[in-house]
C-alpha cells in the first residue's frame, strides 16, 4: 500500500472504532478514540468535535505532538485532547487512546481503597490495578476536572506509567493500546471488568489474576483482536441482533 | 424570528423532549416535562394528560403561573402540574422542569441517611445532595404521594430550595433547568450520578466532588447541552442502534 | 355489547396481555396471564400450552372452576392452572391472575427475612409484604416446586389470603387484580418494586410506604391502569423504540 | 430418517445454539458449543474458529475423542476444543457442552467461598454448587488460564466429575447437557441463577434448593426443553422484539 492508502485504512478504522465505542456503551455524546498517525509517529489522528456515533472520514483532524491541529484551522477539536498527545509523547509503545465516561468504571475511579484489578482472562492489561489520576493534586479543588492543557495531560500520563489504563477520579477513564484495535478491546473490558469485579467483591474473598496470568492472558488475546472487532462493528452497523 | 416562531420552536423542542424522555427511560406512561413560556413568563406549557411518547406538537396546553390550563376549557392536563407551576413562581431562573419515576433514583429518596451527591462531572448541578421532599409533613401519612394541589406545589417548590433537583419520597424526583436542554440533561445525569453513587457505595469510602468541583462543571457542562441533546434526539427518533 | 362480542373483546385483551407480559421480561417461555370468564363467573379464560408470546386468539381456552378445559377435548393447557383456578374460587374480588419467574422478584422469595414490600407509589398493593408459599410445607422437601394440582393451588391461595402478590420460594409469584389491566400492571410493578427496594436496601435504613399511603396509591393507580397497557401494547407489537 | 439426514438435522441444531447463544449474551465474539457426534458417539462437532453469530452449516467440523479436526486439514478449530473432546471422553451421558465467560457467572468463579448452588427452580442442575476449575493447581501461576491441551482438558473434566457444570476461575464456565437443547437451557440457567443468587445474598439468609427439589426440577424441566430453544431461536433470527 501506498502511504496514502495506509493513511485512509487508518482513518476508516478510527472511523469504525468512534461507532463501536458508541453501540458498546463506552462513549456517548462526550468521549473520544484517537490513534497515532501511521506514517508520522509525532503526530495522531482524532474526530473533530462531535459526538462520536457522528464522525465521518471528513471529520478526522490531524494533530501534532502539542496536540495543535493541522492545519491550525481546522475546525475545533475536543478540549480534552492533550489527554492523547501526552500519552502519545512519552509512550511509543502506544498506537491509540480511548477516554470515556463508561458509568460502569466510575465507581473505581471513586473509590480509592479499592483498585480495578484484572479478575478475568479478557482484562489481563489492568494488571495488579489501574492508577487513579485525582485532578485536584494537580488543578487544585475548584476544577472543571477536564484535562484541558499539556500540563493537566503530562500529568495524567505520568499517573499512567507504564499501565495501560488510567482511572480519572468523578470524571472516567484512559486506556491505550499498541494498536487500534487494542484500545478499543482494552477500553470495553475495563468495562467489562468493573461490572464483574463490582459484583464479586459483594461475595466475599476474590482472586484477582497473578501478575503472570495477566501478562500470559495478554499476550494471548492481543493474537485475535480482529475477532471481537468483527462483531462490534457488525453490531455498531446495525447488521447484528 | 416573530414571537410565533419562537413559541412554535419551543413546542418542537417540548415534543422532543417528551420522546427523548421516554427514550431514556427517565419517564414511562407517566412522568412530565414542562417549559416557561417563551414569551410570557408568567405561563408554561405542557402536554394534556397523554402518555410522553404519544405526545405531538397539538398536545400542548398553556397554563397560568397557578397551573390553571388556557383556555380553561382545554383538555385535561396532569394531575401534578402543581409541581411544575410552584416551581416557576418561586424560582425565576428555572425555564423548565422534569418531574420522573425513574426507578435507578427512587432508593435514594426512601433511604435518607445516603444522599443523592454530586459524584461524577456530569452531574455538578446535584451539589452536595439533593433535598428530600417527605410529602407526609405536608398531606399526612395517609396521602396518595401526588403533588395535585398549589399549596403542596409550593411546599415542594419550598425543599427544592435553590437546588436544581428534589427527590419525591416513594415517587420520584424533580428536576430543573434555566432552559428545556438543561432541565433534559439534568434529568438524565441525575439518573446516571444515582446508578454510579449506588455502585461506589459499595467499593468504600467516596470521594464526591467538591463545591468548587460541582460548581465548575456544571458551567463547563451547561456550554454544550445540544450535544447530548441530538444524540438522543435521534435515539427518540429511531435513528440510531 | 352482545355477549358474544364481550367475550371475543376479553380474549383479545388476553391475547394482549401474553404479549405485553413477555415484551416487559415477566415471563419468558414459561410464565401464564388468566382472566376470569367476563360472563360466567365460575369460569376462566387461558392460553393452551403455548409460549405467551406466540398466543393468538384461537389458543384461548375455557376451564371451569376445578380448572378443568372446557370442552374436556381441549388441547394441553398449562400443568400449573390450579394456581390459577383456586385463586378465583376463593377470591371473588380477583378478575384476572399473572404467575411469572422474573428474575427481580426471585431473591424475595428465597430470602424470606426481607420481605417485598410497597416501597414506590406504582406498587401500593404489595402494601406490607406479599407473603411467601413454601411450597415444603404441602408437597414435602422433594418436590418440582410446581402448583399442578387442586390442592396445592387451594394452599397457594390460602397463603395469598387477601394478599394481592404471593412470593413462590425459588420459584416466582403469582399477582391477581380486579381487571385483566390491573393484573398486568400489578406484575410489572411488583418487578419494579424488587428493583427498587433491592438497591435502596444497600442504602441503610428505608422508608416504605404507610398502610395509609399504600392503599391511597393502588386506588388512584386503579383509575389509570390503560395509560400503562397502551404504552406496553404499542411495545410489544414493536410499534416503539 | 437416514444418518445423513439425521447428521445434516443435527449441524442445523448446532449452527442455531451457536446464534442462540450469541443473542442470549452467553457467549460474544469467544465461547463455544459443541454435541456429540449423533452416529459416531466417538466424534464430535464444533464450528471452526470463528464467532459464534457468523456460523454456518459449512463451518461445522468433525473432531475425534482426541480433539483432533477430521479430517485433519481441516479448517483451525477452537485452541480449548480440548475442554469439549475430554469432557465427552468420560462422561458419556454427555451429549453437548457449552464454553462460556457470561459475565454475570465469572464473579462466583473467582469468590470460592461462595457456591453458584441451585436457588431457582429452572436450574436444579446445579444442584448443591458447582465446582471451581482452578487451573493454577494444573499450569502453574502464570498459565493464560486456556485449557488448550489434552491434559488441561482431562483435568477440567475430573474437576467436573458428574456434575452439569464446572467453573473456571477467572475465565468462565462449561456446562453439559445430555442433549444440544439441555446443554444451552442449562447455559442460559447457569446464568439466571447466578444473577439471582447475587442479588438473593444481598438480602439475607437465603434458602436453597434440597437436593431432593433439585434433582425433581431437573427431571421435569427436561422434558419441555424445546419450549425456551423455540423462543430463543426465534429471538436470534430476529423475528422477536
Known amino acids: 500500500m501506498s502511504d496514502q492508502d495506509v493513511i485512509q485504512a487508518a482513518i476508516d478504522d478510527l472511523v469504525i472504532a468512534n461507532h463501536i465505542l458508541f453501540s458498546e456503551g463506552i462513549v456517548d455524546a462526550f468521549g473520544h ?52 498527545g501526552e500519552i502519545y509523547r512519552v509512550r511509543p509503545d502506544v498506537g491509540a487512546v480511548v477516554h470515556s465516561h463508561a458509568p460502569a468504571v466510575l465507581p473505581f475511579s471513586v473509590a480509592g481503597e479499592t483498585r480495578l484489578r484484572a479478575i478475568c482472562h479478557t482484562a489481563g492489561f489492568l494488571g495488579d490495578g489501574a492508577p487513579i489520576f485525582e485532578i485536584r493534586d494537580f488543578a487544585g479543588d475548584s476544577s472543571n476536572l477536564l484535562v484541558q492543557d499539556n500540563r493537566l495531560g503530562a500529568a495524567l ?85
Chains 1, 2, 3, 4 share one sequence.
Open 33 to 84: 478514540v484517537t490513534m497515532r498517525h501511521p506514517t508520522r509517529p509525532d503526530r495522531y489522528l482524532m474526530a473533530r468535535t462531535l459526538q462520536p456515533v457522528f464522525v465521518t472520514r471528513a471529520d478526522i483532524v490531524e494533530h501534532d505532538i502539542d496536540s495543535n491541529p493541522i492545519p491550525r484551522d481546522a475546525p475545533p477539536t475536543p478540549w480534552e485532547r492533550f489527554i492523547h
Open 157 to 241: 500520563a505520568k499517573t499512567l506509567g507504564s499501565s495501560m489504563a488510567v482511572l480519572m477520579r468523578g470524571h472516567g477513564f484512559s486506556v491505550v493500546g499498541a494498536s487500534l484495535y487494542e484500545a478499543v478491546y482494552n477500553a470495553i473490558n475495563t468495562d467489562l471488568n468493573a461490572r464483574v469485579e463490582m459484583n464479586a467483591l459483594t461475595l466475599g474473598r476474590v482472586s484477582f489474576l497473578t501478575p503472570g496470568e495477566a501478562a500470559a492472558v495478554s499476550q494471548t488475546h492481543n493474537t485475535s483482536l480482529k475477532r471481537s472487532w468483527e462483531v462490534w462493528a457488525k453490531r455498531a452497523a446495525g447488521e447484528l441482533r
